[in-house]
């Protein structure tokens, strides 16, 4: 008994380590979003300060436009997320019906298609039709991002959820339509959930397109925070508060979901292959 | 229409049987799924007889369309304007393969294939042999195990913009908490990724501080479906833990590794948020990777011909070496259905 209570204790000591970069980095990170100029500067350096630079994150918003930026990204992850939603989620359950097998790979390419080379033809699209000062070339590229997603997640759900309710509704008259409404989305909703999540983590983190396509007003959040670092003195407090306010959404969205992001990504990386 | 429906829904029929037998062959290890996979087959044999197999195809289309204007036409635009010499703002004229043969010739593009083929077999090295033993470790029962799996997974969901911006602080070779944490230990203060020699290793870190989670995940998944019985013939035929790792759970886990070894090796190849937040390609030219310098010649030079060009080769490249990979995985497939 002892034994199995010494392996545990190893064991867990194993998984402290593995974690250890993960953890020590989040802290440093926080420390540094939390600490003046003259801390930040010290050697050896300090974890813990004795006064809080609160006022790092003030200056994070008022400096910066952070606020539009912000909105920006809401919008863009937003309307991206919802697009997706309306058409990959149909697309998925018809799929993984019409066992089109071959339409999968399809996806499979736009995985391995690298951001940048959509950018240049899409780029001069956008110019010549003209909306390039506005939101929506993000908006259409981050279609890139996120359709696929919702796609293939959808794919597997669909795959996994029974015929035979289906069946009896169609014989029973109802349109595919309505059976896909009535009695296949509902059952699907843990799907949605995981794509849903997958789709809006993965649009806001996205750098390459907006640093092509934002113009100063039209920015998101992770472009405003790169160009904070390249054009401003750089002053590590506010920089690292800027970084956690970008991606804090993100990680409070990993912490309730874990369950559901694990389930997606796993279960899309193993068809993946 | 309805003359062509019958036809291919005997097709779908043919495919279904297809679908049917490959499953049973990989499903060994899960019988279920095969039962399943035969129901369906019986059931849509039957909605077939019956003539009322609903058209799904209004679902996908929508799909199709969208697909089709943000994925196909960008390729085939692409394709295009590669055989053209067009800088952005300058007339446009037709180049033949003159940008194909400028790239064979142009040493800063080996260079950068060069980079991009070490940054990537490092990235993909660390990250497996690493989320492996994470995945081994969390597949077993020990307290707050769900807690730490938790934060082990949040690296890769963090912006990476974000993650290489605080990086770059770290590295910092004066004020950075990286040399500090070397100090203790009596390393030398290194230069990171502000020395040529030693960015690329720095960023591979970085990379494999971020998604070292998704293979733990793949791997931990495939050892989830491991069964317990050899395991414990195993042990009472006296086998050590490390002969049950290499002759047990290795070969089980195989599939996973290699779907792990295939998205990793396609994410690291098209790397770019970190390198190009912490050093643009820098210092010089030392960790320009195709990407890159595909974003610099189209995005700083408007060079749209010759970075097309680039983009066509670069994507030949990536689905080169997936297929490399898939031709493996196929090929241990087999083996595995002639094995049992």
Do not use: C
């Not at chain 2, 635009?77 to 180049?95: D, E, I």
């Amino acid at each position: 008994m002892s034994s199995r209570l010494l392996n545990q204790i190893g064991l867990f000591f194993a998984a402290l380590v593995i974690v250890s970069p993960a953890i020590l980095f989040f802290l440093w990170m926080i420390s540094l979003s939390l600490k003046f100029e003259i801390d930040n500067g010290a050697y050896p350096p300090i974890l813990i300060p004795e006064r809080f630079a609160w006022s790092n994150y003030v200056k994070v918003f008022e400096e910066n436009n952070f606020l539009l930026y912000l909105w920006n990204s809401v919008l863009v992850t937003g309307t991206a997320t919802v697009l997706a939603l309306l058409i990959g989620v149909p697309a998925g359950y018809g799929i993984a019906r019409l066992k089109a097998e071959k339409s999968a790979v399809v996806i499979m390419i736009a995985r391995m298609t690298p951001g940048l080379s959509y950018l240049i033809p899409l780029f001069l699209l956008f110019q010549w039709i003209g909306i390039l000062g506005t939101l929506w070339p993000q908006i259409i590229i981050h279609l890139v991002v996120t359709v696929p997603i919702v796609v293939w997640v959808m794919i597997g759900y669909f795959e996994t959820t029974p015929m035979e309710l289906e069946e009896a509704a169609n014989i029973d008259g109802a349109s595919s339509w309505q059976v896909f409404r009535l009695v296949a989305l509902p059952i699907a909703r843990p799907g949605i959930v995981v794509a849903f999540i997958l789709s809006v983590i993965f649009s806001w983190n996205n750098f390459v397109f907006g640093v092509v396509l934002a113009s100063r007003e039209t920015r998101t959040l992770p472009v405003a925070v790169y160009n904070m670092l390249s054009y401003e003195q750089v002053s590590w407090g506010p920089l690292a508060a800027a970084a956690l306010v970008v991606t804090l959404p993100v990680l409070v969205l990993t912490m309730f979901a874990q369950k559901q992001i694990v389930a997606g990504l796993t279960a899309g990386a193993v068809k993946g292959g | 229409m309805s003359a062509i429906a019958p036809e291919r829904t005997g097709v779908t029929g043919d495919r279904t049987e297809v679908t049917t037998g490959r499953t049973e062959v990989t499903t060994d290890r899960t019988g279920v799924t095969a039962d399943r996979t035969e129901v369906t087959t019986q059931a849509s044999e039957e909605s077939q007889s019956v003539r009322l197999a609903p058209n799904y195809w209004p679902f996908v289309v929508p799909a199709l369309v969208v697909v089709s204007a943000v994925i196909v036409f960008p390729w085939a635009f692409t394709l295009w304007m590669s055989v053209n010499r067009w800088t952005l703002g300058q007339s446009r004229s037709f180049a033949g393969m003159e940008n194909y043969l400028r790239l064979a010739s142009d040493p800063r593009f080996w260079e950068s294939l060069v980079h991009t083929l070490t940054y990537t077999s490092l990235s993909v090295a660390a990250p497996m042999f690493l989320g492996t033993v994470a995945a081994l470790i969390f597949d077993a029962r020990f307290p707050l195990r769900g807690l730490l799996r938790g934060v082990f997974v949040m690296p890769m969901m963090a912006t990476p913009v974000a993650v290489a911006l605080v990086w770059t602080m770290m590295f910092h070779p004066q004020l950075g908490v990286l040399n500090y944490l070397l100090s203790l230990v009596g390393i030398p203060a290194q230069e990171w990724i502000f020395n040529a020699n030693t960015v690329i290793p720095s960023l591979v870190a970085v990379e494999t501080w971020q998604w070292t989670p998704l293979v733990m995940l793949i791997v931990l998944g495939g050892l989830a479906s491991v069964p317990r019985e050899p395991f414990e013939s195993a042990e009472i035929d006296g086998a050590n833990a490390w002969q049950q790792f290499r002759y047990l759970t290795l070969p089980m886990i195989a599939p996973f590794l290699m779907i792990a070894l295939i998205i990793r090796t396609i994410d690291a190849l098209k790397s770019f948020d970190i390198i190009y937040a912490m050093t643009q390609g820098g210092p010089g030219t030392a960790s320009e990777t195709i990407n890159i310098y595909l974003y610099n010649t189209a995005f700083s030079y408007y060079d749209i011909g010759y970075g097309s060009a680039m983009a066509v080769v670069f994507f030949i490249v990536i689905v080169a070496l997936s297929f490399i990979l898939l031709m493996l995985r196929q090929r241990s497939q087999w083996n595995d259905a002639e094995g049992k």
